[in-house]
């Protein structure tokens, strides 16, 4: 089993849609959690990081449930320059910096 | 202020040559790491420096690959007798590993393809 896990789309949602993701993680050791954002042959950028009680950054919200061990990300009202795919991060251990990724989902949000 | 740079940005070698790929993190960060991204799969973790500790180096595939880091700043990436399937993107990413911030600034990549 992968130590993270995304559905890998695509996803194609129609602007002005919500759309939401969800990633696993196997290890219930787990830290901290991310999304990043990857734009086609472009490098991951943070888009928010994932706390234990949600958190919410203009349209996009990011929740975490430690007890089924996965990570939400919804995007609500969604333009067209969200098309990208979104990449589950999570750090494992303290002490341990390391980030795994997770292979990412495609959105392409159509016109 | 400036980001992450890494040089070449793209690199074709033949097969069983040696290449070295450059990264030059964010000023006053102390962590960099290094990734390879294979055409349409995640990230796959490499190396990471943090300080002056010993650099975790779990994700090296083989020991072909090595990497050093200067002066706790810029690092350097070897890839000795290159294979075709070293063929990838090679993102560096540094961070100020400070309190509870992990965010990790990425580098444009370099675009490696061996012939």
């Known amino acids: 089993r992968k130590e993270v896990e995304q559905d890998p789309g695509p996803f194609n949602v129609p602007e002005g849609a919500t759309v939401a993701f969800n990633c696993t993680y196997s290890n219930s050791a787990s830290q901290s959690f991310f999304w990043y954002r990857q734009d086609c042959r472009k490098e991951p950028k943070l888009l928010m990081s994932v706390y234990s009680s949600g958190n919410e950054d203009g349209r996009f919200t990011a929740q975490l449930n430690r007890a089924s061990q996965y990570i939400s990300l919804l995007i609500r009202d969604s333009k067209l320059s969200d098309s990208a795919t979104y990449l589950c991060v999570v750090r494992s251990n303290f002490g341990n910096e390391k980030l795994t990724f997770g292979t990412g989902t495609r959105l392409t949000i159509i016109p | 202020g400036a980001g992450v740079s890494q040089s070449p940005s793209n690199k074709v070698t033949e097969k069983g040559k040696d290449v070295e790929l450059r990264c030059d993190p964010i000023?006053?960060?102390?962590?960099l790491y290094w990734y390879r991204q294979s055409l349409g799969q995640g990230l796959e973790f490499l190396i990471y420096f943090q300080g002056n500790s010993a650099p975790d180096k779990s994700g090296l595939p083989s020991d072909r690959f090595s990497a050093e880091r200067t002066g706790g700043s810029v690092s350097t990436l070897t890839i000795q007798r290159t294979q075709q399937e070293d063929s990838a993107v090679y993102l560096c990413a540094s961070s100020l590993q400070r309190g509870v911030s992990y965010e990790q600034y990425f580098g444009p990549g370099t675009r490696l393809t061996v012939t």
């Open positions: 000023s006053g960060h102390t962590a």
